[in-house]
Nanobody, 121 residues
Framework: QVQLVESGGGLVQPGGSLRLSCAASGGTFSIYKMGWFRQAPGKEREFVASCSRGGGDTYYADSVKGRFAISRDNAKNMVFLQMNSLKPEDTAVYYC??????????????WGQGTQVTVSS
C-alpha cells in the first residue's frame, strides 16, 4: 500500500508558476499510474493530469492543457506537476493520487492529503 505526500503549494500571482511534488512510500512506485486532482471551494473534485507507469503517456484536462505538465521520477518515487501561466480559477487544493489500474476511469485507491494553491494578485 502506497502513501502519498504532496508539497510545493502556495500563493502565486496570476501568470506565475508553481511546481508541485508528490513523494510516494510504502510500495513499489513504478507499478502505479499517477495523477493529480484538485478541488476548489464549493466545487467537486476534478481531474487535472495523469501519467503512465513509465511516465511516457500523459493526459490532461482541457482546462490545463498547454499550461500544466505532469512528470515522474521512478528512481526517486516522485511525481510532479509543473504549473505555468496560472489563473485565479486554478486556485484549489491539489491532490496526488495513485492506482494500479487507472487514475482516469474511476476513483484512484490512494490519495495524498492535498496542498493548497492560491492564485491571486
Amino acid at each position: 500500500q502506497v502513501q502519498l505526500v504532496e508539497s510545493g503549494g502556495g500563493l502565486v500571482q496570476p501568470g506565475g508558476s508553481l511546481r508541485l511534488s508528490c513523494a510516494a512510500s510504502g510500495g513499489t512506485f513504478s507499478i502505479y499510474k499517477m495523477g493529480w486532482f484538485r478541488q476548489a471551494p464549493g466545487k467537486e473534485r476534478e481531474f487535472v493530469a495523469s501519467c503512465s507507469r513509465g511516465g511516457g503517456d500523459t493526459y490532461y484536462a482541457d482546462s490545463v492543457k498547454g499550461r500544466f505538465a505532469i512528470s515522474r521520477d521512478n528512481a526517486k518515487n516522485m511525481v510532479f506537476l509543473q504549473m505555468n501561466s496560472l489563473k485565479p480559477e486554478d486556485t484549489a487544493v491539489y491532490y496526488c493520487a495513485a492506482d494500479r489500474v487507472t487514475v482516469v476511469l474511476g476513483t484512484p485507491n490512494y490519495w495524498g492529503q492535498g496542498t493548497q494553491v492560491t492564485v491571486s494578485s
